[in-house]
Nanobody
Framework: QVQLVESGGGLVQAGDSLRLSCAAS????????MGWFRQGPGKEREFVAG??????????ADSVKGRFSISRDNGNGKDMMYLQMNSLKPEDTAVYYC????????????????????WGQGTQVTVSS
């Protein structure tokens, strides 16, 4: 079983930056594809970014390309994933969720939430205009 805990959310102004973190525990997630999803007010949960088990492939939603950057650190006993968010916009306001799924492939990064088995509780990001 994998437990995921997000942190780093908050209230910022448009144009600001935030860095979200996702800490994994229970078992090592070095063999897991991991991703970030978000759900805005009155909206469905949507894919934001994903990173393969080897970090050999990263995928971004068009809406965040060039502004967000996903990374992971599975070395030295760490099991962390990060989302660096720059040039934030009011439309980025949402609850951000960390997700993970075991992957035998080094480059598999699904963009649909149903493909992920493990989820965190979410962290709120609010961007004011």
């Amino acid at each position: 079983q994998v437990q995921l805990v997000e942190s780093g959310g908050g209230l910022v102004q448009a144009g600001d930056s935030l860095r979200l973190s996702c800490a994994a525990s229970g078992r090592t997630v070095s063999s897991y594809t991991m991703g970030w999803f978000r759900q805005g007010p009155g909206k469905e949960r949507e894919f934001v970014a994903g990173i393969s088990r080897s970090a050999g492939r990263v995928v971004y939603a068009d809406s965040v390309k060039g502004r967000f950057s996903i990374s992971r650190d599975n070395g030295n006993g760490k099991d962390m994933m990060y989302l660096q968010m720059n040039s934030l916009k009011p439309e980025d306001t949402a609850v951000y969720y960390c997700a993970a799924r075991y992957s035998s492939g080094s480059y598999y990064v699904p963009m649909v939430s149903s493909e992920y088995n493990y989820w965190g509780q979410g962290t709120q990001v609010t961007v004011s205009s």
